[in-house]
């Protein structure tokens, strides 16, 4: 397929796009981290050499309560601090609203990759 051939498209259109979430206020509560679940925060994606995989801050339990764990292989974006700095989930970790999250839809492949 030629480049010319491509349609432009909405992010959303060529999956799942959502933000990531720390709904506790205040986010550095000490009672939300020390446990199992890897967090990644913006400045970790900034600094990620394509893929985040080595992590310093995790949550328990309770911060899982109040976040979302994400997939490896989804897309994070940062939207704020470190703005539209990119990088792609290794492993299963949270991130906080500050970051959106893309999960492409795999019926896609053909729009993003010139099949």
């Not at 994606?45 to 292989?73: C, F, M, R, V």
Request: proline share 7%.
């Amino acid at each position: 397929m030629s480049l010319e051939a491509w349609k432009p498209h909405k992010l959303n259109e060529l999956g799942f796009v959502g933000r990531g979430k720390s709904k506790h206020r205040p986010r550095n509560e000490p009672s939300l981290y020390g446990g199992p679940y890897p967090l990644f925060q913006t400045g970790d994606i900034k600094a990620a050499n394509l893929y985040l995989q080595d992590y310093n801050q995790t949550y328990n339990e309770k911060g899982l309560a109040q976040s979302k764990l994400w997939e490896p292989g989804t897309l994070c974006i940062t939207i704020a601090a470190n703005i539209a700095e990119t990088a792609i989930l290794g492993i299963r970790a949270c991130f906080p609203d500050s970051v959106v999250g893309f999960i492409a839809d795999p019926k896609m492949r053909c729009w993003i990759c010139w099949c």
